[in-house]
T-cell receptor
Framework: GAVVSQHPSWVICKSGTSVKIECRSL??????MFWYRQFPKQSLMLMAT?????????EQGVEKDKFLINHASLTLSTLTVTSAHPEDSSFYIC??????????FGPGTRLTVL | AQSVSQHNHHVILSEAASLELGCNYS??????LFWYVQYPGQHLQLLLK??????LVKGIKGFEAEFIKSKFSFNLRKPSVQWSDTAEYFC????????????FGGGTRVLVKP
């Protein structure tokens, strides 16, 4: 399957700052990537679908101005959490979609906002 | 709306015991089904998937799952678990109406006692 990396693996920031998380598809050209959020002991919730060269599609209830997604190339999608607040603290996971629509997940980024 | 549900939130069992995790989905059309596993501190990995054909699907690490269309179920089984099977297991569905977006169940945390 595809190999997906994320950077950073964890980040701690002050409230009000912005944080950028990178998701890279290392061996697969990904026209579509997905961003999920996972709260402790809970399942993954899809935040948005990132499409190469076009605007991301956000799920209902996800603020697009707060969670900026850029998918500028076939191997890189970025999620920027703008003006982060403690309630944004979570585990953010990206994935790419394979040929048979199975998804390959990155290792996740743990964000802690103080 | 389409949904995936997992009946058990937590399962505790001893090594060599048999494991069965329930998964049901709600959708009347074409569905692809997946089981993912998340070992402690690691990213999600695909255990197995069902698209069509033989409803009994064999995956990695000795796991299998059976798609029963009449019951809208896709239960995961392993005849004899090991301590290393301690992980969180997620059932997910890809529903035609939702395009290529995965819908996850709530997850089942499995603890195998040595």
């Amino acid at each position: 399957g595809a190999v997906v990396s994320q950077h950073p693996s964890w980040v701690i920031c002050k409230s009000g700052t912005s944080v950028k998380i990178e998701c890279r598809s290392l061996d697969f050209q990904a026209t579509t990537m997905f961003w999920y959020r996972q709260f402790p002991k809970q399942s993954l919730m899809l935040m948005a679908t990132s499409n190469e060269g076009s605007k991301a599609t956000y799920e209902q209830g996800v603020e697009k101005d707060k969670f900026l997604i850029n998918h500028a190339s076939l191997t890189l999608s970025t999620l920027t959490v703008t003006s982060a607040h403690p309630e944004d603290s979570s585990f953010y996971i990206c994935s790419t979609s394979g040929r048979e629509n199975e998804q390959f997940f990155g290792p996740g980024t743990r964000l802690t906002v103080l | 709306a389409q949904s995936v549900s997992q009946h058990n939130h937590h399962v505790i069992l001893s090594e060599a015991a048999s494991l069965e995790l329930g998964c049901n989905y709600s959708y009347g059309g074409t569905v692809n089904l997946f089981w993912y596993v998340q070992y402690p501190g690691q990213h999600l990995q695909l255990l197995l998937k069902y698209f069509s054909g033989d409803p009994l699907v064999k995956g990695i690490k000795g796991f299998e799952a059976e798609f029963i269309k009449s019951k809208f179920s896709f239960n995961l089984r392993k005849p004899s678990v090991q301590w290393s099977d301690t992980a969180e297991y997620f059932c997910a569905g890809l529903f035609k109406a939702a395009g290529n977006k995965l819908t996850f169940g709530g997850g089942t945390r499995v603890l195998v006692k040595p």
